[in-house]
T-cell receptor, first 117, second 119 residues
Framework: AQSVSQHNHHVILSEAASLELGCNYS??????LFWYVQYPGQHLQLLLK??????LVKGIKGFEAEFIKSKFSFNLRKPSVQWSDTAEYFC???????????????FGAGTILRVKS | DTGVSQDPRHKITKRGQNVTFRCDPI?????LYWYRQTLGQGPEFLTY????????KSRLLSDRFSAERPKGSFSTLEIQRTEQGDSAMYLC?????????????????FGPGTRLTVL
């Protein structure tokens, strides 16, 4: 079965610090990869996605992620965080793009990021 | 288009009662998914529909759970004889798949969820 690991459950940073959240998945085939964000009191929103092509993906609000196939990783980065980035971040994998997989997402447990102003 | 909506947003019930949740997907989306999220965990897949057909159910979905999407638009998730372990956030998501070819998948858009508390 596919699984997704997020290495840090809680991260606390000061404003302007750089961010890197780790995400590893277990699946050897073709994958689609996602980072979702959930701001306090809001629903899950897509931050960025990787389907194919350039492994460095840029998303909204200055976030980017790099897909490293050999490491089964899709780490999220931001050079300088803001207080408004305080949220919970979820990595998700859609293992396989064939019909039988249904495109269901397998999520990691999430990382709660708190940015101190 | 206002996105995926779910009703109710909160539901408190007593153990043994039945509950039903509704999800209205984005109007042109042909795929609809149900997930469950418990505290400290990411969402876990429960089931999904392509139009009105329920194509897959997770092992998490016990016999007490049933989901429908009768006209390929809105969906309902019913839990019979609720248990305290059913307390969770129930999330609905929708997407649009253009064809069965590879890479025709589009991302899932999530609703605000229904928080169920079973006393």
């Amino acid at each position: 079965a596919q699984s997704v690991s997020q290495h840090n459950h809680h991260v606390i940073l000061s404003e302007a610090a750089s961010l890197e959240l780790g995400c590893n998945y277990s699946y050897g085939g073709t994958v689609n990869l996602f980072w979702y964000v959930q701001y306090p009191g809001q629903h899950l929103q897509l931050l960025l996605k990787y389907f194919s092509g350039d492994p460095l993906v840029k998303g909204i609000k200055g976030f980017e992620a790099e897909f490293i196939k050999s490491k089964f990783s899709f780490n999220l980065r931001k050079p300088s965080v803001q207080w408004s980035d305080t949220a919970e971040y979820f990595c998700a994998v859609n293992a396989g793009v064939l019909v039988e997989y249904g495109n269901k997402l397998v999520f990691g447990a999430g990382t709660i990021l708190r940015v101190k102003s | 288009d206002t996105g995926v909506s779910q009703d109710p947003r909160h539901k408190i019930t007593k153990r043994g009662q039945n509950v039903t949740f509704r999800c209205d997907p984005i109007s042109e989306h042909n795929r609809l998914y149900w997930y469950r999220q418990t505290l400290g965990q990411g969402p876990e897949f429960l089931t999904y529909f392509q139009n009105e057909a329920q194509l897959e159910k997770s092992r998490l979905l016990s016999d007490r759970f049933s989901a429908e999407r009768p006209k390929g638009s809105f969906s309902t998730l019913e839990i019979q004889r609720t248990e305290q372990g059913d307390s969770a956030m129930y999330l609905c998501a929708s997407s649009y798949r253009t064809s069965e070819r590879l890479h025709s998948y589009n991302e899932q858009f999530f609703g605000p969820g229904t928080r169920l508390t079973v006393l």
